[in-house]
């Protein structure tokens, strides 16, 4: 398993796959071959469908025009490949031409052709299982585990991350327009905060605090913004909204660094038993994942043992399961701005519940659900995920 730096990556939304994973696709392609006159970029599957809506023609243009590159785009609605996320580069080089197939597997992560450009495996044990009976005999928590695999500099890393998550719910905050294409989505970050100020009581006040700051990133996010994924951008929001509840608990900044190192812990096992990919699995392999991690951080930022954080993450990942990837004309914004609002609160109240009953008398555990997740995302139609072919992708908004 490696480093869960993959599950926090900076760089402009609205999508880790559809947009940040093209852009690193294509930087590769400019590093690895030199003197390249001219590049034409078959998008197949998942990317083709929705490419238009997640700016992925955009952005893999704009990669190579960066260094003056001629760059053409191929939508393939047709081809079958093996992965939704598939891109086919056709590089025009001064003798000869070649073509390399990159796979975009969510979070910003690529495949290639290239078994060098493979990272370092970190983590020996893949399952949380496994992680807790290592834990347990040793008298670690998770949190020391993942820092003993990872090193200090991954708090350095992380403290980036909290800071590109801050600025990105601060720039959210402070405006009032409408997002980028044809759905017409008018900015709600601001308009919810100031209901939250307003609001006499306290508990719906929380909330309201909460959802703002989730809104504010995914806003942000679907305007192309700067945005760090949890673990995609789809979901980016959802722990800002948990480190919003965080910090009006008072738990500091040293603490909820530590705390992002827990949840992405938790989110690197998914990704590595299952997937994080909307294309891939639905909607419950991002948002899914991304509010198990959420629940986990709560749990370590609150001071509860291994054994709580695992049922908080569990809770979290049951009970988003099912969920489809299919946003209406392949905008990262109806549903998924406000299913992020939604399912920070889901995060808290996840933690809540595993606090309140033993882990003890849980039945099934974190692993068997990622298994069920990602078995339950494969049983989906295809156009259920990411593909924009059913379900609410295919509701007509003027």
């Known amino acids: 398993m ?12 609205p999508s880790s796959s559809h947009t940040m994973g093209p852009s690193f696709a294509s930087k590769y392609i400019i590093n690895k071959y030199k003197d390249i006159k001219k ?14 809506g997640h700016l992925t023609d955009y952005i893999i243009i704009k990669t190579f025009k960066e260094y003056k590159i001629p760059c053409e785009i191929v939508f393939d609605y047709t081809t079958e490949v093996n992965h939704p996320n598939t891109m086919s580069f056709k590089i025009t080089l001064k003798d000869k031409v070649i073509e390399e197939m990159i796979v975009s597997l ?8 290239d078994s060098s450009f493979s990272r370092n495996e970190i983590y020996d044990l893949p399952t949380l299982t496994d992680i807790l009976r290592f834990t347990k005999k040793r008298n670690l928590s998770l949190y020391e585990y993942a820092l003993s695999k990872e090193g200090n500099d991954i708090l350095n890393y992380l403290k980036e991350v909290l800071k590109v998550m801050d600025d990105s719910v601060k720039r959210g905050l402070d405006k009032e327009d409408y997002l980028p294409g044809k759905l017409k989505v008018k900015r709600k970050a601001k308009e919810i ?17 909460i959802m703002s700051n989730a809104y504010a990133a995914s806003e942000e996010n ?24 965080l910090r009006q608990n008072s738990v500091n900044d040293e603490r909820i660094v530590e705390s992002l190192l827990v949840g992405g812990l938790i989110g690197k096992i998914i990704k590595t038993n299952a997937t994080v990919s909307g294309a891939v699995a639905g909607c419950q392999a991002e948002i899914g994942t991304a509010t198990a991690m959420g629940a986990a951080m709560i749990m370590h930022a609150f001071h509860l043992d291994n054994e709580n954080i695992a049922q908080a993450s569990e809770i ?8 489809t990837c299919d946003p209406i004309q392949g905008y990262v914004q109806i549903p998924c701005i406000e299913r992020n609002g939604i399912f920070a609160l889901k995060a808290i109240n996840s933690a809540s519940l595993a606090m309140s009953i033993s882990s003890k008398s849980s039945k099934i555990n974190f692993d068997q659900i ?9 049983d989906l139609q295809k156009g259920y995920r990411e593909t924009s072919e059913k379900g609410m992708s295919k509701i007509k908004i003027k």
């Open 2 to 13: 490696q480093s869960i730096k993959d599950i926090y990556v900076i760089g402009n939304g």
């Open 39 to 52: 590049v034409e970029v078959t998008l197949f599957g998942s990317l083709a469908l929705t490419g238009k």
């Open 106 to 113: 969510g979070g910003g992560t690529i495949l290639t052709e």
């Open 193 to 209: 905060l100031n209901k939250s100020k307003e609001e006499q009581n306290a508990f719906i006040r929380e909330q309201l605090y």
């Open 222 to 245: 679907a305007s192309g913004g700067i945005v760090a994924t949890a673990p995609t951008c789809g979901s980016c929001g959802i722990i800002p909204g948990v480190i919003a509840y």
């Open 316 to 323: 979290a990942l049951e009970h988003s399961l099912g969920l």
């Open 370 to 378: 990622v298994h069920t997740m990602y078995e339950t995302g494969l």
